[in-house]
């Protein structure tokens, strides 16, 4: 019987052309391509061995629904210029594809969501240069391509990559329950004010999530969304068997059957196989003939077949879709499928965590034709012309040769940043008047910075930079109000050549542009230095999204001012108390608090530096403050240089063996310094230290905390030990900061000292300096207090 279906299926082949081969082609394919995803995740849970006796989990049926959709595009569609960000259930679906592409090893399919294998979702920075995009927190995946999009229309448009070449499209493969989150709607309308383009969205719409079915009539809002955004839409809801049976007698009603059905008896009968399918439609059309002459014709396992052979399963219709783009706007696919397709659990409402357990994943197994000892062979279990399914493979693997993530050169910088010198000057006003200076001065780090900001740019001081260089448009548009002759103290001039992006209010927005336009090196070949301000508070607002951005390993400098309630008249809401905290935290982003104009000056020229050290750096984040203080008459040297970006130098020096030392942070410089001149007459040996950087301190004497552990320091101390080692013992340290006072609270903990650590930790309130300062108890009395207590 074998040899006979053998002979058939190759007088079948011999009778096909070109096409029709490469299609059986890649249906073995996608059939292989979904047994590796659910090999591995069925290795990782059943038969590695578990130390732990932790699920490790990995979403079995989340594959099976996008497999086809994954093989058609990584398979046939794909060009070397185009990017793509994978929904995050559909890693093993991923890792699969570049396993037979030649990208991922076995021994990390092997040791699939274990320590140094192949992760449980798609990571830039931990599975290499096959993955573009991290994914994870649902709907970010999604939106950043949107910005990717931005930077590259960017780059082209001032021919920083070449406008003459086929721009890459930016792809997302996007859960329907994705949906759901809010920030993909922030993303289409700043993306739709930019007019972007060459962005493509792939949504698996299997209409099942994580805790139940989703509404049948989703899909015509979601097409409504994308069409008032300006998208294409295109709707993949039936396969070619599907639309062959509409043809023939009883099929319109087949049809109307299909469409009139709701999800979840949609899901449950694709659960429960033929039979349920039969009865089911002559129960809900008992009158119609030949819809029942129609549904009789089919055997069971073709039955099944047909009712399964949604538009995102059918690799004909899928091609089909992808070639009928009519233009490069926006695209997004709508792509019915059945979630766990192919697998015994497809369709019920319970597979999202769901495996399939030992004797299930036998007869799937038995069903793959894939012999015991061959489960990680490359070819077990193909079928057909295996030198066109070879050749499919060659040509695809060209495609994601390694070189996706591409190297950039460095971008020079000035051996100091200028900065115009002031008797009273704000942190904020410093930055803002660094940029414009560098936006005058020209030259490669002015021409390869980029602003962004969520329209808070005039309030956040970068007004002079974007009166130099512009706003950035497709089209060219002149400030109305200048072409007027209305007086106005900033030109909103918009045009290819600008260099600030301005976004909606919609803080996730920000993150994940920052996050494309620090990826610019590694995604398009040219760095470009993104700077992006927002006011402190609202960092929370788009934290998902920042995590997100670091994550990815994007370099950029997230200026956050004003900060603290020295914002004083604008009350709690506007006020930030945790930020120091999350700048402390967050991995990937090393944050600073300078109180002063020259300390600004060194932060960020080191900063710059920072983001371009591909092994060691990362993204920066300055808390700055409107608050004017005066400044410091000093010409700074090498050794205050290296300790301002260190974390903190003496602004005082201590005596050797000084019983006290006041610590400040940023904005509370001056009530620092007014309680030491109160102080130095009693406690003359007392010194005055300036803490730029909490973090900087923290992690370095952290990290060499745990080189001791292991033996491995060296002996080397770290800048915050040095700094302390003059103090006695038990010396009191008296710590301010305009923020929490847990983010300086640690310092006793480095050498022993007594602290009394003076912050905000509860929400502030509007007032003036005076008032505030008192009730937080931060300014100098206070300060002077907590000192002279024992």
């Not at 509860?762 to 300060?783: E, K, R």
């Amino acid at each position: 019987m074998q040899a006979v279906l053998a002979e058939n299926q190759t007088m079948l082949e011999d009778t096909l052309d070109g096409e029709n081969k490469q299609i059986l082609a890649l249906q073995e394919i996608e059939k292989k391509i979904r047994w590796l995803a659910s090999w591995m995740i069925h290795h990782a849970n059943h038969l590695r061995q578990s130390r732990d006796g932790l699920k490790v989990g990995g979403h079995q049926a989340s594959c099976a629904s996008i497999t086809t959709i994954m093989t058609a595009l990584y398979m046939h569609e794909l060009r070397t210029q185009d990017r793509v960000a994978v929904k995050p259930h559909a890693s093993p679906v991923l890792h699969a594809i570049q396993y037979l592409l030649g990208n991922q090893t076995r021994e990390k399919m092997e040791n699939f969501r274990a320590f140094a294998g192949a992760q449980s979702y798609p990571s830039r920075t931990k599975d290499g240069s096959m993955i573009d995009f991290s994914t994870g927190s649902v709907g970010l995946g999604a939106a950043i391509t949107n910005f990717a999009a931005l930077t590259q229309d960017y780059l082209r448009y001032k021919d920083i990559i070449p406008s003459n070449e086929a721009p890459g499209r930016m792809i997302a493969l996007v859960g329907d329950a994705e949906l759901d989150e809010g920030n993909i709607y922030e993303a289409l309308l700043d993306t739709w004010k930019h007019d972007i383009r060459n962005i493509w969205w792939i949504i698996d719409y299997n209409r099942q999530s994580l805790d139940g079915m989703v509404n049948e009539d989703l899909f015509r809002i979601i097409g409504r969304f994308f069409r008032a955004a300006g998208w294409n839409v295109i709707t993949l809801k039936y396969g070619k068997l599907q639309r062959a049976a509409f043809t023939r007698p009883g099929g319109k009603a087949l049809r109307r059957w299909i469409n009139a059905c709701p999800n979840d008896i949609y899901s449950a009968l694709t659960f429960q196989g033929a039979a349920a399918w039969r009865k089911q439609i002559m129960q809900d059309l008992p009158d119609e003939t030949d819809l029942q002459q129609l549904i009789a014709s089919y055997p069971d396992a073709d039955l099944e077949r047909l009712m399964t052979n949604l538009g995102g399963h059918c690799m004909e219709t899928l091609l089909e879709a992808f070639q009928s783009v009519p233009d490069d706007k926006p695209t997004t696919f709508v792509c019915y499928t059945v979630k766990g397709y192919g697998l015994p659990l497809q369709g019920h409402k319970d597979n999202h965590a769901g495996l399939m357990n030992l004797p299930q994943f036998a007869e799937f197994q038995k069903s793959c034709g894939v012999a015991s000892g061959q489960e990680w062979d490359h070819f077990a279990g193909l079928s057909g012309d295996l030198e066109i399914i070879r050749q499919i493979i060659e040509d695809a693997s060209l495609v994601s040769d390694g070189s996706r993530h591409k190297s950039a050169r460095k971008v020079q910088l000035p051996e100091t940043l200028p900065f115009t010198a002031a008797e009273k000057a704000s942190t904020q006003e410093t930055f803002g008047r660094i940029l414009n200076d560098l936006a005058k001065a020209g030259g490669d780090l002015a021409d390869r910075i980029v602003t962004t900001s969520p329209d808070v740019t005039v309030s956040t001081n970068l007004g002079g930079w974007v009166n130099q260089r512009g706003l950035f448009g497709r089209k060219q548009k002149n400030d109305a109000f200048r072409a007027n002759k209305v007086p106005s103290m900033q030109k909103w001039d918009r045009h290819q050549a600008g260099q600030h992006v301005e976004l909606g209010i919609a803080e996730n927005n920000l993150f994940l542009n920052l996050a494309a336009l620090g990826l610019s090196g590694s995604l398009f070949g040219e760095r470009l230095l993104p700077i992006g301000t927002l006011y402190d508070p609202f960092i929370s607002r788009g934290l998902d999204a920042l995590n997100y951005a670091c994550y990815q390993d994007a370099r950029f400098m997230l200026v956050a001012t004003p900060s603290g309630i020295t914002l004083a008249p604008e009350g709690g809401a506007h006020q930030s108390i945790s930020t120091p905290m999350i700048g402390m935290g967050q991995p990937g982003l090393t944050s600073f608090e300078p109180a002063f104009a020259d300390e600004v000056a060194e932060i960020m020229g080191w900063s710059f530096a920072h983001m371009q050290d591909e092994a060691n750096g990362g993204s920066v984040y300055l808390r700055l403050s409107t608050r004017q203080i005066e400044q410091p008459t000093r010409t700074l040297d090498d050794e205050t240089r290296k300790a301002i970006v260190s974390g903190g130098y003496w602004l005082v020096p201590p005596a050797k063996g000084s019983g006290k030392a006041l610590v400040y942070t940023g904005a509370l410089a001056p009530e620092a310094l007014k309680a030491f001149e109160a102080l130095k007459t009693d406690f003359p040996e007392m010194g005055l230290l300036s803490v730029t950087s909490t973090d900087r301190l923290y992690n370095e004497w952290q990290d060499l905390e745990r080189l001791r552990l292991k033996g491995e320091d060296e002996g080397r101390m770290a800048h915050i030990e040095n700094l302390l080692e003059p103090l006695a013992s038990d010396a009191r340290l008296v710590t301010v900061i305009d923020g929490h006072p847990a983010a300086l609270a640690w310092m006793g903990g480095v050498r022993g000292h007594a602290v009394a650590p003076l912050g905000i930790n509860s929400f502030g309130q509007c007032g003036d300096l005076i008032d505030l300062f008192d009730h937080y108890q931060i300014d100098d009395n206070w300060i002077s207090k907590a000192a002279r207590r024992h």
